[in-house]
């Protein structure tokens, strides 16, 4: 069974920076990449960013420049460093197990709880 906890969110004044970390545990064998989404109340969840296993990286134009993911398959963890955060991040941000191909994200079934970030001005 395929388990994926995130932590790390909260409460961050505008400018400021948290670290989100995904651990999951089992195997995907469908699975190559993992991507970070988030979703706003009223809006649709969104991709914000993803990396494939083999180091290629995603990012939704709105956090180019601000969010960093990274991987560690030694401890099966991915981690989204969130720098210079806006009021507009404020979501539920959720983990999730997906394949990458061609350049294109494709998420699978396999989500984590979700971990709140809220960013006031």
């Known amino acids: 069974q395929v388990q994926l906890v995130e932590s790390g969110g909260g409460l961050v004044q505008a400018g400021g920076s948290l670290r989100l970390s995904c651990s999951a545990s089992g195997s995907i064998s469908s699975s190559n990449a993992m991507g970070w989404y988030r979703q706003a109340p009223g809006k649709q969840r969104e991709l914000v960013a993803a990396?494939?296993?083999?180091?290629?990286?995603d990012y939704a134009d709105s956090v180019k420049g601000r969010f960093a993911i990274s991987m560690d398959n030694a401890k099966n963890t991915v981690y989204l460093q969130m720098n210079s955060l806006k009021p507009e991040d404020t979501a539920v941000y959720y983990c999730n197990a997906g394949s990458r191909f061609r350049g294109i994200y494709y998420p699978l079934s396999y989500w984590g709880q979700g971990t709140q970030v809220t960013v006031s001005s």
């Open positions: 990396i494939a296993s083999y180091g290629s990286t």
